[in-house]
C-alpha cells in the first residue's frame, strides 16, 4: 500500500519560511518521479514541483527562486524548502507519486497523495 506522509506546514507571516517534509512507503522509492502539489482554497489543485530519481528539479513559475526541492533515498523522503512566502502560497500542500507538472490527471492525483499539510500565509 502507498503511503505518504506530509509535515511541516504552519502559519507564517509574508516573507517568512517553511519546510514541508514527505515520507514515503509502499513502493520502490528511488526510481519515482515525486511531485509536490497545492490547492488554494476554493480551487483546483495546482503543480508546484517536480523531482527526480537523481534529484533533477522543475518548478512552477509562481515559486521559482524561493522554494527548493530535495529527496533523500536513503531515508524515503522528499522536502520542500520554501522561502519569501507570499500570501498567495496559502494552500494544502501535498507530496504526490509521479508526474503531475504537464499532465494533471484527478483521478491519478487522489490515488497517489499524501493526506497533505496546510500552510497559511498571513500576516
Known amino acids: 500500500e502507498v503511503q505518504l506522509v506530509e509535515s511541516g506546514g504552519g502559519m507564517v507571516q509574508p516573507g517568512g519560511s517553511l519546510k514541508l517534509s514527505c515520507v514515503a512507503s509502499g513502493f520502490t522509492f528511488s526510481p519515482q518521479v515525486m511531485s509536490w502539489v497545492r490547492q488554494a482554497p476554493g480551487r483546483g489543485p495546482e503543480w508546484v514541483s517536480i523531482?527526480?530519481?537523481?534529484?533533477?528539479?522543475a518548478y512552477t513559475d509562481s515559486v521559482k527562486g524561493r522554494f527548493r526541492a530535495t529527496r533523500d533515498n536513503a531515508k524515503n523522503t522528499i522536502s520542500l524548502y520554501m522561502n519569501g512566502l507570499k500570501p498567495e502560497d496559502t494552500g494544502r500542500y501535498y507530496c504526490v507519486r509521479g508526474d503531475f507538472q504537464y499532465d494533471f490527471i484527478m483521478r491519478m492525483f487522489e490515488m497517489n497523495r499524501g493526506q497533505g499539510t496546510q500552510v497559511t500565509v498571513s500576516s
Open positions: 523531482i527526480d530519481g537523481v534529484g533533477k528539479m
